[in-house]
């Protein structure tokens, strides 16, 4: 089975590349993001170490995790975010090694992880490659605006908190470019995975 790291930054159109793979390729598509939101549910060990460091007040109501508040409370605090990655990217990490052993089970041929963070939460080791989806910062830019209604302060901010460019470039064994038409990704993703 081959394993597929698909990482860039947010608004790079990883979502696409994924579908590409999964619908055209047969991939088994990981979100790691999704992974980690199942892990954090109520009555998981991961909920409970994030509220031991955080306290109660970053719960909803109903006892699920309010994610807006806990963004707010490490946001622009590295030290509480590599204390919120100590919990959860172990546990990640712990959850997909086990997933992969179940799909070559069943005799998957291709397993694709995707990760705004896979480089910096060390996934490397799992991956054959590790493809980097690229668009250009304005493209990304423009894309959250129209796709989450973000507003350009919000976007550059989030934009400017992830690996630049060239630390993507040196680490990963492939580059997707995304920013012209998606029949030209999709060819790249072909010659890529055949």
Not at 51 to 65: S, T
Not at 81 to 93: G, S, T
Not at 149 to 178: H, P, W
Request: charged content about 35%.
């Amino acid at each position: 089975m081959k394993i597929i790291g698909v990482t860039g930054g947010v608004g790079s159109g990883k979502s696409a590349v994924l579908t590409v793979l999964e619908e055209k390729y047969g991939a088994y598509v990981c979100q790691l993001d999704t992974v980690a939101k199942e892990l954090q549910k109520p009555g998981s060990t991961c909920l409970e170490k994030i509220v031991a460091l955080f306290g109660r007040r970053i719960l909803r109501e109903d006892g699920k995790l309010d994610r807006q508040k806990l963004s707010r409370e490490v946001f622009g605090d590295q030290e509480k975010l590599k204390r919120l990655n100590e919990i959860v990217h172990p546990e990640v990490k712990a959850w997909v090694c086990a997933d992969i052993e179940r799909r070559k089970k069943e005799d998957r041929k291709l397993y694709v992880m995707e990760a705004a963070l896979l480089l910096e939460a060390g996934y490397e080791p799992l991956c054959d490659e590790i493809w980097y989806v690229y668009a250009p910062k304005e493209v990304r830019i423009k894309r959250l605006q129209e796709s989450r209604g973000y507003t350009r302060e919000k976007t550059e901010k989030i934009v400017a908190s992830q690996l630049d460019e060239e630390m993507f470039r040196e680490r990963c064994t492939a580059v997707i470019d995304n920013s012209g038409t998606f029949e030209n990704t999709e060819r790249q993703i072909g010659d890529r995975v055949l």
